[in-house]
Every structure is written in structure tokens, then in C-alpha cells.
């Protein structure tokens, strides 16, 4: 059994990919801008831009949705990220283009090493490809990648990996093959 000694932790190996006064820029424009339901969201996409994120055209960003590191983020073209959506991608999240992220979703890259007795991190990136959508309030943990088309529904919890037009539910959290419709 691991006796955990919060007060040792280090964070090693992690790196924010920005220096200190980069990141406090982007808390600060984040927090007084960027989340507001009166910023448009092509000014939304400008300042993921200005703050070094890939985003593609026609990308619909909607209000109070909070995104930990831009730079690490990447999003293809004409996709949607709806409100109160988070993004805490302490690794890097790509999502595809043609993908709709809903209402309250989390993308989640960072962990803990349960093993470790300083608790140290245990992060991966997550991949959405093409076409897919994750539905309300569904969460999304580190290492996974869902496949194109795949739906994930809502409130459903995502810790491995959706093939292609994979489809998974909750509260099951069942994870089903979808046949094409011909």
C-alpha cells in the first residue's frame, strides 16, 4: 500500500510549454475575456491564435468555456465547442475538424500516478478525430483517442480507446460498433 505524501510532490517531467509570464497573460485574458458571454466567438478563436493554439476555419467556440493551455491545443476546421466545455489539456488535444464537442464536456489530459508515493503526474494527450461527437456533460480522460465518427454519448465516461463509428454509451459506459447505414 502507497502511503501518499502530497507535500513531496514535484511535478516532474511536466512541462507547460510557456514561460511563467505567458501563462499568467493567458489566465488573466482567459478569465476577463475569453469565458465572457458578450466576446464573440471569432475574437475567442483570434486570441486562442494569439496565444499560439491551431485553429481551423469556421471553429464555434461559445461562451464559458475554459481552456487550460492554448498552445497546446489543436482544432480542425468547422467544429464546435460548446459552453461551459473544459478543456484541461496539460497534454495537447486535437480535434479533428467536422467535430461537435457539447454542452459541459471535459477533455481531460492529466492524472496522477496512484502508484507514486509523491503523487506525481501521470498525463497523456486525447485525440478526437473527424467527425465525431461528444455529447453532453460526457467526460474524456488522458490517452484515449476516439476514432472518426464515433459518438460518445452523454454523460458517458471515456477511458479507452472508440474505434471508427464506435458508439459509447452511458451509464453502462458500454462501448458498441455501429454498421454503416447503407
Request: hydrophobic share 45%.
Given at each position: 500500500m502507497t502511503v501518499r505524501r502530497l507535500d513531496r510532490f514535484t511535478g516532474a517531467g511536466y512541462d507547460k510549454g510557456r514561460p511563467p509570464l505567458t501563462q499568467a497573460a493567458w489566465m488573466l485574458v482567459s478569465g476577463l475575456v475569453f469565458r465572457r458571454w458578450w466576446c464573440p466567438s471569432t475574437f475567442r478563436v483570434s486570441l486562442l491564435r494569439a496565444f499560439g493554439a491551431q485553429?481551423?476555419?469556421g471553429v464555434l467556440i461559445r461562451h464559458d468555456v475554459k481552456i487550460h493551455w492554448p498552445w497546446k491545443l489543436t482544432v480542425g476546421d468547422h467544429s464546435w465547442i460548446g459552453e461551459q466545455s473544459w478543456i484541461?489539456?496539460?497534454e495537447p488535444v486535437i480535434i479533428g475538424s467536422q467535430v461537435c464537442?457539447?454542452?459541459g464536456v471535459l477533455l481531460c489530459t492529466g492524472s496522477h500516478d496512484r502508484r507514486s508515493s509523491t503523487f506525481?503526474?501521470?498525463n497523456a494527450p486525447i485525440?478526437?478525430?473527424d467527425g465525431v461527437w461528444v455529447a453532453a456533460r460526457a467526460t474524456v480522460l488522458r490517452g484515449v483517442t476516439i476514432g472518426a465518427e464515433a459518438v460518445v454519448g452523454a454523460t458517458a465516461l471515456v477511458t479507452e480507446n472508440v474505434p471508427e463509428h464506435g458508439l459509447v454509451l452511458a451509464p453502462q459506459g458500454s462501448l458498441r460498433r455501429v454498421r454503416e447505414q447503407a
Open positions: 485553429i481551423g476555419d484541461l489539456n496539460l464537442i457539447s454542452q506525481e503526474f501521470d485525440t478526437v478525430a
